[in-house]
């Protein structure tokens, strides 16, 4: 069914309230239950045994003695998990990397995986279990692994995106070029032209749960799983695929998620879990480990960009390039690519070309980290924005607000901009008193721009009305920031019923229509808009049904402020009936009031964010603190104020983190140093000042009350802007990410030399 | 499994349960005693999300031994509110948005509570420090903060 998405302009009652989120009790007393939460009768305990190569052939696998261990009851190897992919590299690669098949990939790759009655058991069990390897030559680093004699990663894979193709296999997976108009002319016209190349180190999205599930499979091949996901109608579909299963028979539940933040779009060791339950008969609870997850789950790129940008003395940039090469660890994907799309999306630019790279190395495959791959471009691309201002003498916010993109801009990665809101972010950065505070010794100020495209999907949302009014909202998309206070909020809204009458949760697979991931900030968007149009067609039911009851014509009856009224002079003194009145007769004039919405959310609506940050360097240690940070971003329309802020701050400490400690360190051996949160060091409470934060509501035209998507866009920005803030702080242009102590000390003895 | 019996007292419950001598606390409190507010987030001790107290002190629980605990006291996040009524630390968490995931937190409620216990009257840095224990990977702390600082604010009164 069609339906007309176009914003409105409407005037809302509970829309853009503060209210208490219907799951804050569950989560404040503990009752929450998330991944590791579930407990099923007879269940064993799955544990994993992991390469500790980056790269070896395996030669064995003997599960003999394991097996004959009193309390083992199964062990899965590759050999328990056929290919059943039918021609399909992209599946196959995903069970590949859920067990390794004939080569170790990573440190850390699953290389077989045992389900026992407790987990002492299992631990000596992996003990026992012996794995011949043949030690192969790795690859680790980007720039490495792009050269001709480069240990190639995967035999199959052939650079795509070159002409002719090549006749040996390499480790770039993809080359991708986006960009219009003509940039050699464009140089020729600048004043200045400022090249510089860029490096930052490889991330993990740190969410604080671990990957966690419990699966469960009958000899007759159904199944269930409960499991932390961001989407658990897509764990289905995979789960399913890999594992020869009937779709309709894996019922998938999704936990409450202990934060995901793209990492949780990806199945890790749930195939596994379901190989080992139905290979055991009996249900199979799998929880990583911290070092797993680090090892083993899917971490963002390291990155090494360069960026060519030439201006005119007025401030006009005449061309822009940048060649972004990203490691996507041993599997192909097209981070690169979104490397490259994103690279340059915040500006009007006549000449532009950006050309990205997608590279294999001997690292854990790379998953999705909040607004994936628009960091690392955004870094590079900002740093030399200021850069290039420097040169030309001009303040670095009015350079960005000369340049920046507007409605009707071709984008740099094809389509052409509606109404968007970059410049206001830059307005409103260029007005923010925190522009204007005082800077003390060893201090820097700087700020940078951000642009994510965000993504709508395919969304179904049910819609029931109790017989005592109340109002089940029934979603497919998983609840990762407090979504589920936000699509209450709009069902009260439409229904024009108080936020406490309505109860939103979270459907399993087998309750519901397919719903796509909890990703590319589409939770509150696309099932805010399958949420409005599920309670219109309720609404159209419940104007029939008083209609009926009147015995009037259904177009003398109008829905408002939560009741049906009748209208035009012959109905105008019958009283109006609510919601509530008509559930109450709803058993007696046609039965259950419902309504019901499929929808592909497209037209998500681009977002633009622009970040002002202080810092103090200390020079005799290096270590740089956060004194001030503003994050401004356009929201389209923020439903839930808090959560749209709680948004903008999370995606800001992340980026904090990122820009100053955090990093992947592996040894020449191709093995992960840090793989725990003692020595992979996120920010904590004692790093991080208040985090300001300004919503700005540009509407989107294309949803019916302008909402965007809010959760990825903070993430941009602050790497390009804790680095000009460091940069202006210390006087040297930092250029590799994270911005830690060594690295700064270095940069300033190197400047004192 | 070589069990071994402990008797402890959990949220001002007499409590006994038996495990191996090598089980955390944590899994004891949450395998066993079905205790599941308090969270793993590493098992390490560097994130604080199975931050109960023992005999009164902060501890993180995965870095205990279940059997350590034997005759000795353990409060966990399930024993906070009183009845119906939400702790003050956990009434502003929910009206402050000082929570997106959740999985956290448990721990930064029973932090906090420990701080407000010994200090009613907190700064703001005193705050950040006593919960730099405690990993939040969703909220930057912001409202976190504000959260704990309304709380104490509302206890003070209350006194």
């Known amino acids: ?753 | 499994m070589a069990g071994v019996l402990v008797s402890t007292t959990i949220n001002g419950d007499a409590v006994d349960f038996a495990c191996p001598q090598d089980e955390t606390l944590l899994d004891s409190l949450r395998d066993r005693v079905g205790l599941t507010g308090v969270k793993e987030g590493c098992g390490t001790g560097d994130c604080g999300a199975c931050s109960i107290t023992l005999d009164g002190r902060l501890v993180c629980s995965c870095l205990v031994l279940g059997v350590e605990a034997n005759g000795r006291e353990i409060t966990t996040i399930e024993g906070m509110a009183d009845g119906n009524k939400l702790h003050p630390l956990q009434e502003n968490f929910i009206t402050h948005a000082a929570l997106q995931c959740g999985i956290c937190t448990p721990g930064f409620l029973v932090a906090a509570k420990v701080l407000l216990d010994r200090n009613p009257n907190p700064t703001e840095e005193e705050i950040r420090y006593a919960l730099a224990g405690n990993l939040c990977r969703c909220t930057g702390y912001d409202k976190i903060v504000r959260a704990v600082q309304a709380a104490a604010k509302e206890m003070r009164k209350r006194k």
């Open chain 1, 1 to 753: 069914m069609g339906h007309d998405t176009s914003y409105t302009n409407q005037e809302f009652k509970v829309v853009g309230t503060r209210v208490k989120r219907p799951d804050g009790i569950d989560k404040v007393t503990g009752r929450a239950r998330y991944g590791a939460d579930a407990y099923a009768p007879g269940q064993l305990v799955g544990l994993f045994l992991r390469s500790p190569h980056a790269h070896a052939r395996i030669k064995k696998i003997d599960t003999s003695r394991a097996e004959k261990l009193k309390g083992v009851k199964a062990i899965v190897t590759s050999a328990d998990l056929p290919d059943l992919t039918d021609g399909n590299r992209g599946l196959l690669d995903i069970l590949e990397n859920c067990m390794a098949r004939d080569r170790a990939l990573y440190d850390g790759h699953a290389v077989a995986a045992v389900a026992a009655i407790d987990r002492q058991t299992a631990k000596k069990a992996l003990k026992l279990i012996k794995v011949t390897y043949q030690v192969l030559p790795h690859v680790t680093d980007v720039d490495e692994a792009m050269k001709p004699d480069a240990p190639i990663v995967q035999d199959y894979v052939f650079t795509s995106g070159v002409d002719p193709k090549p006749t040996k296999p390499s480790n770039v997976s993809q080359i991708n070029e986006f960009g219009h108009g003509d940039v050699d002319k464009g140089f020729a016209e600048a004043d200045v032209i400022v090249e510089k190349s860029y490096k930052t180190e490889q991330t993990h999205q740190g969410y604080i749960e671990p990957h966690a599930c419990l699966a469960s499979v009958s000899p007759d091949g159904s199944g269930e799983l409960w499991v932390t996901t961001q989407g658990h109608f897509g764990f289905r579909i995979t789960c399913a695929q890999l594992l020869g299963m009937d779709m309709a028979k894996l019922k998938v539940t999704a936990s409450e998620i202990g934060g995901g933040f793209g990492g949780k779009t990806h199945v890790w060791v749930e195939p596994v879990a379901l190989a080992l339950s139905r290979k055991a008969n009996r249900p199979v609870k799998v929880v990583m480990d911290r070092d797993e997850v680090f090892k083993a789950t899917g971490p963002t790129c390291s990155t090494s960009v360069d960026v060519k940008i030439g201006a005119k003395k007025d401030g006009t940039i005449t061309a822009a390039s940048a060649v972004l090469r990203y490691q996507n660890g041993a599997f192909p994907a097209i981070w690169g690519m979104l490397g490259a799309m994103t690279s340059f999306a915040c500006y009007d630019l006549k000449n532009v070309k950006s050309v990205g790279y997608d590279v294999l190395c001997n690292r854990p495959k790379v998953a999705a980290y909040r607004a994936p791959s628009a960091p690392m471009a955004a870094f590079g691309v900002e740093s030399t924005m200021d850069l290039v201002a420097e040169k030309i003498g001009m303040n670095p916010v009015d350079f960005r607000i000369k340049n920046a993109a507007k409605e009707g801009t071709l984008a740099s990665y094809g389509p052409t901009y509606g109404p968007i809101g970059i410049g206001p972010t830059l307005d409103a950065v260029k007005n923010h008193p925190h522009m204007r505070a005082r800077l003390g010794k060893n201090q820097g100020r700087g700020m940078a721009c951000g642009f994510w495209f965000n993504f709508g999907g395919q969304t179904c949302t049910d819609l029931n009305i109790g017989i005592d009014g109340s109002v089940t909202l029934t979603v497919g998309t998983v609840d990762v920031g407090g979504s589920r206070a936000s699509l209450c909020l709009i069902a009260a809204e439409e229904l024009g019923i108080p936020y406490e009458q309505v109860k939103a949760n979270v459907a399993d697979t087998a309750s519901l229509g397919h719903n796509d991931m909890t990703e590319g900030s589409r939770g509150t968007f696309s099932s805010g808009m399958a949420t409005i149009f599920a309670a219109r067609e309720a609404i159209e039911v419940m104007r029939s049904r008083a209609a009926d009851m009147w015995e009037i014509p259904l177009d003398d009856v109008i829905w408002k402020d939560g009741q049906a009224k009748a209208v035009g002079k012959k109905h105008g003194n019958l009283p109006t009936l609510s919601l509530k009145e008509i559930a109450a007769k709803s058993p007696g004039t046609g039965g259950p009031i419902a309504g019901h919405s499929e929808v592909v959310a497209d037209n998500a609506g681009v977002s633009f964010a622009s970040h002002i940050c202080d810092v103090e360097v200390d020079p005799e240690t290096g270590a740089t603190k956060v004194i001030r940070y503003t994050v401004v971003q356009d929201a389209g329309k923020a439903i839930h104020p808090d959560y749209v802020e709680g948004q903008f701050q999370g995606g800001a400490a992340q980026g904090i983190g990122w820009a100053l400690n955090e990093e992947y360190i592996y040894g020449d051996d191709g093995r992960l140093q840090n793989a725990g949160f003692l020595d992979y060091r996120i920010p904590v409470c004692s790093d991080l000042p208040f985090i300001d934060t300004k919503i700005l509501e540009i509407p989107n035209p294309t949803h019916p009350y302008g909402v965007r998507g809010v959760g990825e866009t903070s993430i941009v920005p602050p790497l390009a802007a804790i680095g000009n803030a460091v940069s202006n702080a210390v006087g040297v242009r930092m250029d590799h990410i994270p911005m830690s102590p060594p690295r700064i000390l270095k940069a300033l003895e190197e400047r004192n030399s």
